[in-house]
Protein backbone atom coordinates (compact mmCIF):
# COMPACT_ATOMS: atom_id res chain seq x y z
CA UNK A 1 0.00 0.00 0.00
CA UNK A 2 1.52 3.22 -1.19
CA UNK A 3 1.46 6.63 0.49
CA UNK A 4 -1.37 8.16 -1.33
CA UNK A 5 -3.60 4.72 -0.68
CA UNK A 6 -2.84 4.67 2.86
CA UNK A 7 -4.04 8.43 3.46
CA UNK A 8 -7.84 7.40 1.25
CA UNK A 9 -7.64 4.78 4.02
CA UNK A 10 -7.12 7.07 7.11
CA UNK A 11 -9.59 9.29 5.46
CA UNK A 12 -11.99 6.59 4.88
CA UNK A 13 -11.42 5.29 8.08
CA UNK A 14 -10.26 8.20 10.39
CA UNK A 15 -7.47 6.63 12.22
CA UNK A 16 -5.00 9.90 11.98
CA UNK A 17 -2.46 7.63 13.76
CA UNK A 18 -2.27 5.78 11.10
CA UNK A 19 -0.96 8.34 8.24
CA UNK A 20 2.33 7.65 6.57
CA UNK A 21 5.57 9.97 6.87
CA UNK A 22 5.29 13.45 7.59
CA UNK A 23 4.91 17.11 5.28
CA UNK A 24 7.73 19.65 6.76
CA UNK A 25 6.66 22.80 6.80
CA UNK A 26 10.18 23.70 6.19
CA UNK A 27 13.14 24.63 8.64
CA UNK A 28 13.48 27.91 10.37
CA UNK A 29 16.88 29.48 10.08
CA UNK A 30 18.66 32.32 11.88
CA UNK A 31 20.92 34.36 10.51
CA UNK A 32 23.63 31.81 10.73
CA UNK A 33 21.85 29.45 8.55
CA UNK A 34 21.75 26.76 10.56
CA UNK A 35 18.48 24.77 11.07
CA UNK A 36 16.40 25.27 14.28
CA UNK A 37 14.05 23.04 15.52
CA UNK A 38 10.67 25.09 15.69
CA UNK A 39 9.57 25.01 19.88
CA UNK A 40 6.36 23.12 18.48
CA UNK A 41 6.23 20.90 15.44
CA UNK A 42 3.51 21.94 13.25
CA UNK A 43 1.24 19.30 12.25
CA UNK A 44 1.69 18.11 8.78
CA UNK A 45 -2.17 16.26 8.47
CA UNK A 46 -5.49 16.99 9.71
CA UNK A 47 -8.22 14.51 9.39
CA UNK A 48 -11.78 14.87 10.40
CA UNK A 49 -15.54 15.76 9.33
CA UNK A 50 -16.37 19.36 8.77
CA UNK A 51 -18.15 20.84 10.71
CA UNK A 52 -18.58 24.65 9.92
CA UNK A 53 -17.93 26.45 6.53
CA UNK A 54 -17.22 30.32 6.48
CA UNK A 55 -15.74 31.97 3.46
CA UNK A 56 -12.05 30.17 3.11
CA UNK A 57 -12.10 28.54 6.34
CA UNK A 58 -13.03 25.51 7.16
CA UNK A 59 -13.48 24.18 10.74
CA UNK A 60 -13.68 20.44 11.87
CA UNK A 61 -13.58 18.02 14.19
CA UNK A 62 -10.46 15.76 14.00
CA UNK A 63 -10.19 12.44 14.53
CA UNK A 64 -8.23 12.76 18.00
CA UNK A 65 -11.62 14.76 19.43
CA UNK A 66 -10.14 18.36 19.12
CA UNK A 67 -11.46 21.13 16.97
CA UNK A 68 -9.23 22.64 14.25
CA UNK A 69 -9.72 25.30 11.34
CA UNK A 70 -7.74 25.27 8.29
CA UNK A 71 -7.50 28.06 5.27
CA UNK A 72 -7.75 27.31 1.64
CA UNK A 73 -6.75 29.74 -1.39
CA UNK A 74 -6.42 30.00 -4.79
CA UNK A 75 -3.62 27.76 -4.78
CA UNK A 76 -5.44 25.02 -2.33
CA UNK A 77 -5.30 21.54 -4.58
CA UNK A 78 -9.22 20.07 -4.00
CA UNK A 79 -10.09 16.57 -5.06
CA UNK A 80 -12.84 14.24 -4.05
CA UNK A 81 -12.24 10.94 -3.88
CA UNK A 82 -14.71 8.18 -3.73
CA UNK A 83 -14.44 5.64 0.26
CA UNK A 84 -12.20 2.47 -0.89
CA UNK A 85 -10.56 4.80 -3.89
CA UNK A 86 -7.07 3.09 -4.22
CA UNK A 87 -5.35 6.43 -5.18
CA UNK A 88 -6.58 9.97 -6.60
CA UNK A 89 -5.82 9.45 -10.32
CA UNK A 90 -9.58 9.44 -11.10
CA UNK A 91 -10.35 11.98 -8.27
CA UNK A 92 -12.19 15.15 -9.53
CA UNK A 93 -11.33 18.94 -8.56
CA UNK A 94 -13.46 20.73 -6.59
CA UNK A 95 -14.10 24.06 -4.95
CA UNK A 96 -14.71 24.93 -0.91
CA UNK A 97 -18.61 25.57 -2.61
CA UNK A 98 -19.03 21.67 -2.74
CA UNK A 99 -18.40 20.63 0.50
CA UNK A 100 -20.87 20.55 2.99
CA UNK A 101 -20.66 20.13 6.78
CA UNK A 102 -20.61 16.16 7.37
CA UNK A 103 -18.17 15.56 4.48
CA UNK A 104 -15.06 14.03 5.85
CA UNK A 105 -11.70 15.77 4.62
CA UNK A 106 -7.56 14.57 4.57
CA UNK A 107 -5.78 18.20 4.71
CA UNK A 108 -2.13 18.67 3.65
CA UNK A 109 -1.12 21.86 6.16
CA UNK A 110 1.61 24.46 7.29
CA UNK A 111 1.38 26.73 10.33
CA UNK A 112 2.01 30.19 9.14
CA UNK A 113 3.31 32.53 11.24
CA UNK A 114 -0.27 33.80 12.90
CA UNK A 115 -0.88 30.39 14.19
CA UNK A 116 -2.88 29.64 11.25
CA UNK A 117 -3.14 26.08 9.59
CA UNK A 118 -3.13 26.82 5.87
CA UNK A 119 -3.75 23.50 3.61
CA UNK A 120 -2.30 22.96 0.43
CA UNK A 121 -3.77 19.74 -0.09
CA UNK A 122 -7.77 18.82 0.88
CA UNK A 123 -8.94 15.12 -0.15
CA UNK A 124 -12.68 15.06 0.65
CA UNK A 125 -15.49 12.37 0.64
CA UNK A 126 -18.83 13.25 1.31
CA UNK A 127 -21.28 12.24 3.40
CA UNK A 128 -23.22 10.43 1.35
CA UNK A 129 -20.51 8.55 -0.40
CA UNK A 130 -19.33 7.38 3.01
CA UNK A 131 -22.76 5.98 4.01
CA UNK A 132 -23.15 4.08 0.53
CA UNK A 133 -19.96 2.53 1.10
CA UNK A 134 -21.15 1.77 4.97
CA UNK A 135 -24.05 0.07 3.40
CA UNK A 136 -21.84 -2.31 0.67
CA UNK A 137 -19.18 -2.93 3.10
CA UNK A 138 -22.33 -4.06 5.69
CA UNK A 139 -23.83 -6.46 3.38
CA UNK A 140 -19.64 -7.72 2.31
CA UNK A 141 -19.09 -8.11 5.75
CA UNK A 142 -22.11 -10.36 6.10
CA UNK A 143 -21.56 -12.45 3.31
CA UNK A 144 -18.00 -13.12 3.58
CA UNK A 145 -17.29 -12.46 7.41
CA UNK A 146 -15.74 -15.09 9.80
CA UNK A 147 -14.91 -14.66 13.06
CA UNK A 148 -13.47 -16.47 16.28
CA UNK A 149 -11.36 -16.73 18.96
CA UNK A 150 -7.62 -16.74 18.06
CA UNK A 151 -5.90 -20.63 18.61
CA UNK A 152 -2.94 -19.98 17.29
CA UNK A 153 -0.48 -17.48 15.13
CA UNK A 154 2.16 -18.74 12.31
CA UNK A 155 4.57 -16.18 11.61
CA UNK A 156 5.97 -18.21 9.18
CA UNK A 157 2.76 -19.26 7.01
CA UNK A 158 1.60 -15.34 8.21
CA UNK A 159 -1.89 -17.27 9.12
CA UNK A 160 -4.11 -17.14 12.20
CA UNK A 161 -5.91 -20.61 13.06
CA UNK A 162 -9.53 -19.53 14.45
CA UNK A 163 -12.03 -21.74 16.60
CA UNK A 164 -15.43 -19.87 14.51
CA UNK A 165 -18.72 -20.55 15.79
CA UNK A 166 -20.98 -22.23 13.41
CA UNK A 167 -24.20 -23.87 13.05
CA UNK A 168 -23.14 -27.17 14.15
CA UNK A 169 -20.49 -26.72 16.59
CA UNK A 170 -16.91 -24.74 16.56
CA UNK A 171 -14.85 -25.10 13.25
CA UNK A 172 -11.11 -24.21 13.01
CA UNK A 173 -10.28 -21.68 9.95
CA UNK A 174 -6.90 -20.78 8.96
CA UNK A 175 -7.17 -16.88 7.98
CA UNK A 176 -4.08 -16.08 5.56
CA UNK A 177 -2.87 -12.85 6.31
CA UNK A 178 -1.31 -11.20 2.36
CA UNK A 179 0.80 -8.13 1.70
CA UNK A 180 -2.26 -6.41 0.67
CA UNK A 181 -4.36 -7.60 3.74
CA UNK A 182 -5.69 -4.41 6.14
CA UNK A 183 -5.02 -5.66 9.59
CA UNK A 184 -5.99 -3.76 12.54
CA UNK A 185 -6.26 -3.75 16.92
CA UNK A 186 -9.13 -2.91 18.87
CA UNK A 187 -7.76 -0.26 21.35
CA UNK A 188 -7.68 -1.59 25.06
CA UNK A 189 -9.98 1.16 25.88
CA UNK A 190 -13.01 0.97 23.52
CA UNK A 191 -14.73 -1.07 21.21
CA UNK A 192 -15.18 1.78 18.36
CA UNK A 193 -14.17 0.83 15.15
CA UNK A 194 -12.76 3.81 14.69
CA UNK A 195 -10.47 4.16 17.66
CA UNK A 196 -8.76 0.76 16.13
CA UNK A 197 -5.12 0.95 15.23
CA UNK A 198 -3.54 -0.29 12.10
CA UNK A 199 -1.65 -3.19 13.51
CA UNK A 200 0.88 -6.11 12.37
CA UNK A 201 0.34 -9.85 12.53
CA UNK A 202 2.76 -10.00 15.97
CA UNK A 203 0.06 -8.13 17.39
CA UNK A 204 -2.27 -10.99 17.40
CA UNK A 205 -2.16 -13.56 19.99
CA UNK A 206 -3.97 -16.83 21.35
CA UNK A 207 -7.22 -15.83 22.89
CA UNK A 208 -7.80 -13.02 21.07
CA UNK A 209 -10.96 -12.34 18.94
CA UNK A 210 -10.27 -11.65 15.56
CA UNK A 211 -12.77 -11.15 12.69
CA UNK A 212 -11.61 -11.35 8.93
CA UNK A 213 -13.36 -10.82 5.48
CA UNK A 214 -12.34 -12.42 2.33
CA UNK A 215 -12.55 -15.44 -0.13
CA UNK A 216 -12.84 -18.67 1.80
CA UNK A 217 -12.19 -22.23 -0.01
CA UNK A 218 -14.43 -24.68 -1.12
CA UNK A 219 -14.79 -26.38 2.08
CA UNK A 220 -14.00 -23.23 4.48
CA UNK A 221 -11.13 -24.27 6.29
CA UNK A 222 -9.39 -21.38 4.76
CA UNK A 223 -9.78 -17.49 3.94
CA UNK A 224 -8.08 -15.16 2.10
CA UNK A 225 -8.28 -11.96 4.48
CA UNK A 226 -9.08 -8.32 2.67
CA UNK A 227 -9.15 -7.16 6.18
CA UNK A 228 -8.98 -8.48 9.59
CA UNK A 229 -9.48 -6.61 13.23
CA UNK A 230 -8.62 -8.41 16.59
CA UNK A 231 -8.78 -7.35 20.06
CA UNK A 232 -8.25 -8.61 23.80
CA UNK A 233 -11.32 -8.97 25.90
CA UNK A 234 -12.26 -10.30 29.14
CA UNK A 235 -15.21 -12.41 30.55
CA UNK A 236 -16.22 -11.73 34.35
CA UNK A 237 -18.88 -13.94 36.05
CA UNK A 238 -19.30 -12.02 38.98
CA UNK A 239 -21.83 -10.57 41.37
CA UNK A 240 -22.82 -7.04 42.41
CA UNK A 241 -21.55 -5.44 45.35
CA UNK A 242 -22.77 -2.19 44.16
CA UNK A 243 -23.79 0.32 41.13
CA UNK A 244 -23.19 3.85 40.96
CA UNK A 245 -25.32 5.14 38.09
CA UNK A 246 -23.80 8.81 38.57
CA UNK A 247 -20.15 7.39 37.69
CA UNK A 248 -21.00 5.00 35.73
CA UNK A 249 -19.57 2.26 37.16
CA UNK A 250 -20.29 -1.22 39.06
CA UNK A 251 -18.24 -3.18 41.34
CA UNK A 252 -18.70 -6.95 40.76
CA UNK A 253 -16.84 -9.64 43.06
CA UNK A 254 -15.12 -11.54 40.62
CA UNK A 255 -16.48 -15.56 41.26
CA UNK A 256 -13.38 -17.00 39.98
CA UNK A 257 -10.34 -14.58 41.50
CA UNK A 258 -13.05 -13.82 44.51
CA UNK A 259 -11.77 -10.02 43.94
CA UNK A 260 -13.96 -6.84 43.30
CA UNK A 261 -13.29 -5.45 39.76
CA UNK A 262 -14.77 -1.99 38.62
CA UNK A 263 -16.37 -2.41 35.18
CA UNK A 264 -17.14 0.98 33.40
CA UNK A 265 -21.38 1.23 31.81
CA UNK A 266 -21.49 3.58 29.09
CA UNK A 267 -24.12 4.54 26.42
CA UNK A 268 -22.75 1.95 24.27
CA UNK A 269 -23.05 -1.04 26.94
CA UNK A 270 -25.89 -3.71 26.05
CA UNK A 271 -27.17 -4.24 29.51
CA UNK A 272 -29.90 -7.07 29.77
CA UNK A 273 -31.90 -9.61 32.01
CA UNK A 274 -32.97 -12.69 30.91
CA UNK A 275 -36.15 -13.72 31.56
CA UNK A 276 -36.32 -17.02 33.94
CA UNK A 277 -37.85 -19.46 31.51
CA UNK A 278 -34.84 -18.68 29.01
CA UNK A 279 -31.97 -18.73 31.47
CA UNK A 280 -33.66 -22.33 32.63
CA UNK A 281 -33.87 -23.76 29.05
CA UNK A 282 -30.26 -22.46 28.75
CA UNK A 283 -29.19 -23.85 31.52
CA UNK A 284 -30.07 -27.32 31.01
CA UNK A 285 -28.16 -26.63 27.15
CA UNK A 286 -25.54 -26.16 29.27
CA UNK A 287 -25.57 -29.30 31.27
CA UNK A 288 -25.90 -31.32 28.03
CA UNK A 289 -23.00 -29.49 26.50
CA UNK A 290 -20.87 -30.03 29.53
CA UNK A 291 -21.78 -34.10 29.26
CA UNK A 292 -20.94 -33.76 25.92
CA UNK A 293 -23.95 -34.38 24.56
CA UNK A 294 -25.05 -31.84 21.34
CA UNK A 295 -23.74 -29.96 19.26
CA UNK A 296 -20.65 -27.42 20.77
CA UNK A 297 -19.58 -29.73 23.52
CA UNK A 298 -16.45 -30.11 24.85
CA UNK A 299 -17.53 -28.35 27.93
CA UNK A 300 -18.59 -25.53 25.77
CA UNK A 301 -22.05 -23.99 24.78
CA UNK A 302 -22.71 -23.22 21.56
CA UNK A 303 -19.66 -24.73 19.53
CA UNK A 304 -16.87 -22.15 21.60
CA UNK A 305 -13.77 -23.02 21.47
CA UNK A 306 -12.33 -25.04 24.55
CA UNK A 307 -9.86 -22.04 24.77
CA UNK A 308 -12.33 -19.84 26.69
CA UNK A 309 -10.99 -20.33 29.82
CA UNK A 310 -13.40 -18.70 32.60
CA UNK A 311 -13.00 -15.20 33.93
CA UNK A 312 -10.62 -12.91 32.36
CA UNK A 313 -9.85 -15.31 29.70
CA UNK A 314 -10.18 -14.45 25.74
CA UNK A 315 -13.76 -15.63 23.98
CA UNK A 316 -14.96 -16.43 20.61
CA UNK A 317 -16.59 -13.38 19.43
CA UNK A 318 -17.54 -12.85 15.92
CA UNK A 319 -16.86 -8.93 16.08
CA UNK A 320 -17.49 -7.06 12.60
CA UNK A 321 -16.41 -3.43 12.30
CA UNK A 322 -18.70 -0.45 11.77
CA UNK A 323 -16.79 2.96 10.67
CA UNK A 324 -17.45 6.49 9.69
CA UNK A 325 -16.44 5.09 6.36
CA UNK A 326 -16.20 1.61 4.91
CA UNK A 327 -17.58 -0.40 7.90
CA UNK A 328 -20.65 -1.76 9.15
CA UNK A 329 -23.00 -1.94 11.56
CA UNK A 330 -23.02 -6.60 12.24
CA UNK A 331 -26.63 -6.25 14.12
CA UNK A 332 -28.45 -4.97 11.25
CA UNK A 333 -31.05 -7.15 9.74
CA UNK A 334 -30.28 -10.05 12.02
CA UNK A 335 -33.18 -12.78 12.44
CA UNK A 336 -34.65 -12.91 15.83
CA UNK A 337 -34.78 -15.71 18.21
CA UNK A 338 -37.66 -17.13 19.95
CA UNK A 339 -37.73 -16.83 24.13
CA UNK A 340 -37.19 -19.72 25.92
CA UNK A 341 -35.56 -21.80 23.05
CA UNK A 342 -33.31 -24.20 23.80
CA UNK A 343 -29.85 -22.74 21.68
CA UNK A 344 -28.41 -25.11 19.05
CA UNK A 345 -25.30 -22.83 18.03
CA UNK A 346 -23.84 -19.96 19.25
CA UNK A 347 -25.92 -18.62 16.43
CA UNK A 348 -28.99 -19.08 17.52
CA UNK A 349 -27.92 -18.55 21.28
CA UNK A 350 -26.82 -14.95 20.09
CA UNK A 351 -30.23 -14.55 18.50
CA UNK A 352 -32.17 -15.13 21.80
CA UNK A 353 -29.59 -12.92 23.51
CA UNK A 354 -31.19 -10.06 21.25
CA UNK A 355 -34.20 -11.00 22.64
CA UNK A 356 -33.51 -10.61 26.29
CA UNK A 357 -35.53 -7.13 27.80
CA UNK A 358 -32.62 -3.76 28.35
CA UNK A 359 -31.83 -2.82 31.72
CA UNK A 360 -30.92 0.23 33.09
CA UNK A 361 -27.68 0.24 35.74
CA UNK A 362 -29.91 1.18 38.28
CA UNK A 363 -31.80 -1.93 38.03
CA UNK A 364 -28.90 -3.98 39.23
CA UNK A 365 -28.91 -4.92 42.85
CA UNK A 366 -26.35 -5.91 45.34
CA UNK A 367 -26.39 -10.05 45.05
CA UNK A 368 -27.41 -10.37 41.43
CA UNK A 369 -25.03 -12.50 39.30
CA UNK A 370 -24.05 -11.40 35.84
CA UNK A 371 -21.69 -12.23 33.23
CA UNK A 372 -20.04 -9.51 31.56
CA UNK A 373 -18.06 -9.33 28.37
CA UNK A 374 -15.61 -5.80 28.78
CA UNK A 375 -12.73 -4.79 27.17
CA UNK A 376 -9.29 -5.17 28.22
CA UNK A 377 -9.08 -1.75 30.16
CA UNK A 378 -5.87 0.08 31.09
CA UNK A 379 -3.94 1.29 33.96
CA UNK A 380 -5.32 4.76 33.63
CA UNK A 381 -9.08 3.41 32.38
CA UNK A 382 -11.23 0.35 33.96
CA UNK A 383 -12.62 -2.32 31.72
CA UNK A 384 -15.73 -1.39 29.63
CA UNK A 385 -18.81 -3.24 29.42
CA UNK A 386 -19.67 -4.48 26.11
CA UNK A 387 -22.51 -6.54 27.29
CA UNK A 388 -23.69 -7.42 30.72
CA UNK A 389 -25.98 -10.30 31.36
CA UNK A 390 -28.29 -10.53 34.16
CA UNK A 391 -30.47 -13.06 35.41
CA UNK A 392 -27.84 -15.86 34.48
CA UNK A 393 -27.90 -17.79 38.02
CA UNK A 394 -29.79 -20.84 36.28
CA UNK A 395 -26.60 -21.03 33.93
CA UNK A 396 -23.93 -20.31 36.49
CA UNK A 397 -25.13 -23.26 38.46
CA UNK A 398 -24.53 -25.37 35.65
CA UNK A 399 -21.26 -24.38 34.39
CA UNK A 400 -19.74 -21.46 35.07
CA UNK A 401 -17.12 -21.79 32.61
CA UNK A 402 -19.74 -23.23 29.99
CA UNK A 403 -21.74 -19.97 30.41
CA UNK A 404 -18.76 -17.55 29.83
CA UNK A 405 -17.92 -19.44 26.61
CA UNK A 406 -21.29 -19.60 25.45
CA UNK A 407 -21.63 -15.65 26.15
CA UNK A 408 -18.01 -14.72 24.60
CA UNK A 409 -19.39 -16.72 21.42
CA UNK A 410 -22.81 -14.97 21.19
CA UNK A 411 -22.10 -11.28 21.91
CA UNK A 412 -22.79 -8.16 20.15
CA UNK A 413 -21.31 -5.03 20.27
CA UNK A 414 -23.45 -2.43 20.42
CA UNK A 415 -22.83 -0.29 16.79
CA UNK A 416 -22.83 3.67 17.87
CA UNK A 417 -21.36 6.02 15.08
CA UNK A 418 -18.19 3.76 14.59
CA UNK A 419 -18.62 1.31 17.35
CA UNK A 420 -18.85 -2.38 16.37
CA UNK A 421 -21.01 -5.64 16.97
CA UNK A 422 -21.36 -8.96 15.71
CA UNK A 423 -22.70 -9.98 11.91
Sequence with gaps: MNRTQKSIVALT????????GSFAAGDARGDSGQAQQPATPAPSRVVGVITAISGNSIT??????????????????MLQAAPGQKDLSSAAAIQI????????????????????????TVIAMKQTDIVAKQAKDRQDWQRRGVGGLVRSVDSTSHSVLIMAAEPGGSKPINVHVLPATVVRRYSPDSVKFDDAKMGTLDQIRPGDQLRARGERSADGSDLNADEIISGTFHNVAATVISADTAAGSLTLNDLATKKPVIIRITSDSQLRRLPAMMAQGIAMRLKGAANGAGPGSNGTAGGASPGSNGANGGGNASTAPE????GHDPR???????????????????????????????????????????????????????????GVEPMLQASTSA?????????????????????
Excluded at 60 to 77: C, N
Excluded at 349 to 368: H, V
Aim: proline share 4%.
Design 60 to 77: LKTDGGAPATIVVDADTR
Design 13 to 20: LGAAAILP
Design 323 to 326: SSGG
Design 97 to 120: QDLAVGDRILARVKTTEDGKLEAS
Design 403 to 423: SQSMLMASWNLNANGGQDAQQ
Design 332 to 390: ANQPRGTEGTQPRSGGDTQQMLARAPAIQLAELKKGDAVMVVATEGSDSTPATAITLLA
